[in-house]
């Protein structure tokens, strides 16, 4: 995130691929397994939050992050999903694990493509 005098610019806005970054995380971590790696679409901007990363070992949690509401489709996150073609999946993920889709590369260095 980015600020402009008093204006606050959000790293991503609704509409806006991204890729979760694969990282290990030791200790508390918000961001669910499955999800590393993978491709979704930003939904909606939740707000400005402290960081539970930081918060769970009694730190201040600050600088607060922006939390993001993220799209990601059940087909591709499940391989052998039996549901229906458009199922997805929602979940709330901090700007610090995520990137631009474009950016995104794989662990076999290709460029991501969502």
Known sequence: ???????????????????????????????????????????SIAGRFKDPERLAYHKPGLPLQTLYRVRFDQNVLWPGYSGAAGDDIEADIFEHWLEPAGAAVTEAGVEGNP
């Open 1 to 43: 995130m980015t600020q402009t005098g008093s204006k606050q610019m959000h790293e991503f806005g609704a509409g806006s691929h991204v890729r979760v970054r694969d990282d290990a995380s030791l200790g508390h971590c918000r961001t669910p397994v499955y999800l590393r790696g993978q491709f979704g679409t930003i939904v």
